[in-house]
């Protein structure tokens, strides 16, 4: 089984790649999970509705820990023993550094030992589509903004900065993606990537 993340902030288009990359997988005969974070288990939908909710406030401390909540179980019960030949996540563990960490700058190193703790496996291709903030909201503008996007645009600046400063420092599992590319230059490029990397 092959985990490939795709990271980014909003309106990046990130599942019209993923969709895109099921169904190229899927015509090859290769079996094909999706899942999204936080949410993808039972539990974690139910912590999902709580995360995005626009009627409450929650501390960045109380935000951090439901992300960990929700991915302990989409870990434990949908990506250990998954059996399909790949896993395509919307977002994984990267996610939490680039918005609790460098967004709501909560204590990386702290982020790091939680992603230890519910012993999350490295995926072993990330994508990380870029844009710039402005941009990704614009191709959102009729959507309803939820809890998380109604954050600042400071705040989605450090998210995105933060994203590049985690790609490069994984360079060896990440690639890069100007996601203001056409949609069908990202999927070419996403598969060369995962035909020379796997
Ligand atoms: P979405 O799935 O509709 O994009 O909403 C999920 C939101 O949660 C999105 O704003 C990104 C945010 N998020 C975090 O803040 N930390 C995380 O670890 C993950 C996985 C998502």
Do not use: W
Request: charge should be negative; glycine fraction near 4%; proline fraction near 3%.
């Amino acid at each position: 089984m092959k985990i490939i993340s795709f990271e980014g902030i909003e309106g990046v288009g990130k599942s019209t790649q993923i969709n895109l990359l099921k169904e190229y997988l899927e015509f090859k005969n290769l079996s094909v999970e999706v899942l999204r974070e936080p949410g993808s288990s039972i539990p974690g939908e139910k912590i999902r509705e709580i995360l995005l909710d626009t009627s409450h406030d929650l501390t960045n401390e109380t935000e951090l820990l439901l992300m960990f909540a929700s991915r302990a179980e989409l870990v434990n019960s949908k990506i250990i023993n998954n059996k399909s030949d790949y896993l395509l996540l919307d977002r994984f563990y990267d996610a939490s550094i680039a918005y609790q960490g460098y967004g709501r700058n909560l204590s990386i190193p702290l982020i790091n030992s939680l992603i230890s703790f519910i012993k999350c496996p490295e995926p072993d291709v990330s994508f990380l589509l870029d844009i710039a903030v402005e941009d990704g909201f614009a191709r959102k503008k009729n959507d309803k903004k939820d809890r998380i996007e109604s954050a600042s645009v400071a705040f989605f600046n450090r998210v995105k900065e933060g994203y590049l400063s985690i790609a490069k420092e994984n360079n060896d599992r990440f690639t890069i993606i100007d996601a203001s590319m056409d949609i069908n230059e990202i999927h070419m490029k996403i598969i060369d990537t995962l035909n020379t990397s796997l």
